[in-house]
Nanobody, 126 residues
Framework: VQLQASGGGLVQAGGSLRLSCTAS?????????????MGWFRQAPGEERMFVAV????????AYADSAKDRFTISRDNAKNKVYLQMNSLKPEDTAVYYC???????????????WGQGTVVTVSS
């Protein structure tokens, strides 16, 4: 499956952005988007890729990093093969490249994710 992330940009502190990740195709095993858990991670320069949010296959279960709780919301539309990350009250420390990824289980560990989008850059100015 191929993932395409979009929606990043430059925003002032306190502002909002909505990231999108669109999936297309099937894996060699024949799995499609709706069969995957979807996660958002971020990676700042010189740092490791860090967990942000994850959503179950059906969308009825979500989990967030402490840094994202009460500010970010992950959602998905299986009919459109999309997963979203609504980010509100953005802070300069949210500046990073944001990646969407697929997994077969709910996990905060990026090593568990088997497909990744190319990333979208979020820059929050103070």
């Amino acid at each position: 499956v191929q993932l395409q992330a979009s929606g990043g940009g430059l925003v002032q502190a306190g502002g909002s952005l909505r990231l999108s990740c669109t999936a297309s195709g099937r894996t060699a095993s024949g799995r499609t988007f709706r069969e995957y858990v979807m996660g958002w991670f971020r990676q700042a320069p010189g740092e490791e890729r860090m967990f942000v949010a994850v959503i179950s296959r059906s969308g009825d279960s979500t989990a967030y990093a402490d840094s994202a709780k009460d500010r970010f919301t992950i959602s998905r539309d299986n009919a459109k093969n999309k997963v979203y990350l609504q980010m509100n009250s953005l802070k300069p420390e949210d500046t990073a490249v944001y990646y969407c990824g697929t997994a077969l289980v709910v996990s905060f560990n990026p090593d568990v994710y088997n497909f990744w989008g190319q990333g979208t850059v979020v820059t929050v100015s103070s």
